[in-house]
């Protein structure tokens, strides 16, 4: 790697968990110019806008996320244990600094950045499309009820577990993603698994 897309990564590096922790509009350059000991200039140097930096940065984060969530998937011998395993790696696994960068993006860009915005829409739909691809593949394999819409399995458990995410932040307690991570798992039991 060339020295400056080293820097350029270790730009991105700096900056995911200050626009996660504080939004587009709360980080400035000079907050990212004080984390990476670089100068603005040196910055605008390497991205052409603070939009640009802070959508590579979210790119960076939104990486860091899936790659804990799916790594060890392939470990589970089939498709509602993979889907399980999914949710015990969202409600165990740290999330990046400042929470999910997903969620604090729509939350965030909802009314400024069209980029940011577009870039968390496309990881929501590769997320349910993920999850929906898990359920399809049990499907045929005869895992998973073939009456089920597995899209909608996939919305069902994003939304209850981001949620869950929500509610655990804001009362300091990892319970409501226990909770909804045994709701999940018994769902998946009951109405998603073939019974043998």
Not at 48 to 62: G, Q
Request: hydrophobic share 45%; net charge neutral.
């Amino acid at each position: 790697m060339l020295k400056g897309e080293r820097t350029r990564q270790r730009i991105i590096a700096k900056a995911a968990p200050l626009f996660n922790r504080k939004g587009y509009d709360g980080c400035s350059m000079q907050d990212i110019s004080a984390a990476t000991g670089l100068e603005k200039a040196s910055l605008y140097g390497h991205f052409a806008t603070k939009e640009e930096l802070a959508v590579a940065a979210f790119d960076h984060a939104w990486a860091q996320v899936c790659s804990a969530r799916v790594g060890n998937l392939d470990e589970a011998p089939n498709g509602v244990d993979k889907l399980k395993l999914h949710i015990a790696n969202f409600v165990s696994k740290p999330s990046f600094p400042g929470g999910c960068p997903m969620l604090n993006t729509v939350l965030d860009a909802d009314d400024g950045s069209a980029a940011l915005r577009r870039r968390a829409e496309c990881a929501m739909r590769d997320w349910v499309n993920f999850l929906a691809d898990i359920a399809r593949a049990g499907q045929a394999k005869g895992e998973i009820r073939s009456t089920l819409n597995p899209e909608e399995l996939a919305i069902l458990i994003i939304s209850l577990l981001e949620g869950a995410f929500v509610s655990s932040r804001l009362q300091r307690s990892r319970d409501a993603l226990v909770l909804a991570q045994q709701h999940l798992d018994s769902y998946l039991e009951s109405q998603v698994r073939v019974s043998a």
